[in-house]
């Protein structure tokens, strides 16, 4: 199975902050990663597939980068609506499989 | 708009089994593959296996192989997940997901609402 780490697996920021979070593939899945959002007692959402194309409907302050076993999920200026737990994930090969999560606090 | 809406919360005792359901609309059925996966509390989600609408062939993780089993029913545009011979560590949130293909890419974009599967004695 390919692990994904991610980091941190929580951080602090105040609303305006930038903000990036990283998630390593245990070997190469091209660009078959996702990034997901969820908030307490709900579904996780979509935000961005394929490392760096964004969902419909998602705003443009989330971006995706990345390759190979290293990528990164950016929030340009957080906002309330932010703070969060986000997942990434590899969809290149089953077992689907995804990091630990990133929980996103305010400072 | 896209819904999969799921059944209700399930409590069973240890050893019994429990079937999970996923309605779809919004979209046509057979276009695309469902994934099943859940998430224990305090953990991130774990992948539970596929299931192709139109064959109903399926490919299942390989940790819950014999307990678990996926369905579906094309009438009524619902698939099903059963898990059998439950054990208190399968208390967790189960999700319905469905696979969109852009390209080659092949993602979860929709996500059920959750069902609440608890397992005790």
């Known amino acids: 199975d390919i692990q994904m780490t991610q980091s941190p697996s929580s951080l602090s920021a105040s609303v305006g902050d930038r903000v990036t979070i990283t998630c390593r593939a245990s070997?190469?899945?091209?660009?078959?990663l996702a990034w997901f959002q969820q908030k307490p007692g709900k579904a996780p959402k979509s935000l961005i597939y394929a490392a760096s194309n964004l969902q419909s409907g998602v705003p443009s302050k989330f971006s995706g980068s990345g390759s190979g076993t290293d990528f990164t999920l950016t929030i340009s200026s957080l906002q309330p609506e932010d703070f969060a737990t986000y997942y990434c994930q590899q969809y290149r090969s089953y077992p689907v499989t995804f990091g630990g999560g990133t929980k996103v606090e305010i400072k | 708009q896209v819904q999969l809406v799921q059944s209700g919360a399930e409590v069973k005792k240890p050893g019994a089994s429990v079937k999970v359901s996923c309605k779809a609309s919004g979209y046509t059925f057979t276009n695309y593959h469902i994934h099943w996966l859940r998430q224990a509390p305090g953990q991130g989600p774990e992948w539970l296996g596929i299931?192709?609408?139109?064959?109903?062939?399926?490919t299942y993780a390989q940790r819950l192989q014999g307990r678990v089993t996926m369905t579906r029913d094309t009438s009524t545009t619902t698939v099903y997940m059963e898990l059998s011979s439950l054990r208190s560590e399968d208390t967790a949130v189960y999700y319905c997901a469905r696979r969109y293909c852009d390209g080659g890419s092949c993602y979860s974009d929709f996500w059920g609402q959750g069902t609440l599967v608890s397992v005790s004695s």
């Open positions: 299931i192709n609408p139109i064959s109903g062939g399926t």
């Open positions: 070997q190469g899945i091209s660009n078959y």
